[in-house]
């Protein structure tokens, strides 16, 4: 049985196709960039900002001393360790409140962290904590 035209045409086209597949194969593998050297493929960034192919000049480097560099916006200066503050509230059950001198700010503790025992009104120096609740005082002791 004799193919029609149009499936001649197409098996033409399709013959084609290959071919120029093929080609292009070739041409692929011909002209591929593997095995270069790793010094084809470094590039530099010049002065301006642009790819260049040749190393920088280092002649004029400015050398930068790493532990004169600041970051953030503003030194930290030391917080002193021992805080002072007066007892305002103590519970039975042993917990209660310091009131501290410079940021009348209200400081939970337990007694459990007293180093001798204290009272509603005493003047005592502490060490604040960072709890999950927020600051705690620790290492309770009486001022004298």
Known sequence: MADSFSKKENFKKKVQKAKEKALKREERKTSNNKGKSLDDMIMYVDANGQLTSTPPDNSN??????????LGAAPIEAEEIRKTGIITFFSEKG???ITEDKSKENIFFHS???TELVKKGNKVSFEKERSPKGFSAIDIK???
């Not at 480097?61 to 600041?70: C, L, S, Y």
């Open 112 to 114: 459990n962290n007293c």
């Open 61 to 70: 480097v400015e050398e930068f001393d790493i532990n004169n560099i600041q």
């Open 142 to 144: 009486l001022v004298r």
């Open 95 to 97: 917990y209660g409140f």
